[in-house]
């Protein structure tokens, strides 16, 4: 099966700016995650959607982060205005839900440097 | 959620079998161990999971202690491309559906010596 798509692969924007992330992940995956890596850290989860519903947002900076999932597929994850400190990799993944196929998968992540 | 403890750095020669250590302490009955990997510039891909019994599969195998506080991913024969960091985590009953989700700690950067 094809796996995780995310793009673009790498951005830089200048701080204050506003940049998005897309990401579709594996067909028929109902549970999307974006996650957020900070040079030399763990990933940690900003949003969590099933279908098109947010299960967990607690972690997502709202007043300058936003994410939506239209249609229970694609999802897209925003910022605006950029920090510099939002410099780091954003991970998309998804999980099937059907028995015997509960695993995550990731995509290979977008870089975003703000300078 | 119940917490893991993993060493920051481990190194090994290539083609040796490398031993990850991870601490659960907390863990609960009902909680999976499992094991992904990141190599560089990717995302975290799944190495193996279990429960209770020692697991094998064709890139790891894992071994748990009799009282589930602690386990090992035993990399057989380790090799350059094998150079990456491994996070141990804890998951709960698997089910699907619900706000299940994955939990990061720092894991441990392996570095294979040529």
């Known amino acids: 099966e094809a796996g995780v798509a995310q793009s673009p692969r790498y951005k830089i924007i200048e701080k204050r700016q506003s940049v998005a992330f897309w990401c579709n992940p594996i067909?028929?995956?109902?549970?999307l995650y974006w996650y957020q890596q900070i040079l030399g850290q763990g990933p940690k989860l900003l949003i969590q959607?099933?279908?098109?519903?947010?299960?967990?947002d607690s972690q997502l900076p709202k007043d300058r982060f936003s994410a939506e999932r239209l249609k229970g597929v694609d999802s897209t994850l925003k910022i605006q205005p950029a920090k510099l400190e939002d410099s780091a990799v954003y991970l998309c993944?998804?999980?099937?839900?059907?028995?015997?196929?509960?695993?995550?998968?990731f995509g290979s992540g977008t870089r975003l440097t703000v300078v | 959620d119940a917490k893991t403890t993993q060493p920051n750095s481990m190194e090994s020669n290539e083609e040796e079998p490398v031993h990850l250590p991870c601490n659960h302490s907390?863990?609960?009955?009902?909680?999976?161990i499992h094991w992904y990997r990141q190599l560089p510039s990717q995302g975290p891909e799944y190495v193996i999971h279990?429960?209770?019994s020692n697991v094998n599969n064709r890139m790891a195998s894992l071994a748990i202690a009799e009282d589930r506080k602690s386990s090992t991913l035993i990399l057989h024969r380790a090799t350059l491309r094998d150079a990456a960091v491994y996070y141990c985590?804890?998951?709960?009953?698997?089910?699907?559906?619900?706000?299940?989700?994955?939990?990061f700690g720092t894991g441990t950067r392996l570095t294979i010596i040529p």
């Open positions: 993944a998804s999980r099937g839900t059907r028995a015997g196929n509960y695993g995550y998968t």
């Open positions: 067909s028929g995956h109902a549970t």
């Open positions: 959607f099933q279908n098109n519903g947010v299960v967990d």
């Open positions: 907390t863990i609960s009955g009902t909680d999976y």
């Open positions: 279990g429960l209770t």
């Open positions: 985590i804890l998951r709960g009953l698997i089910s699907n559906f619900g706000n299940e989700k994955l939990t």
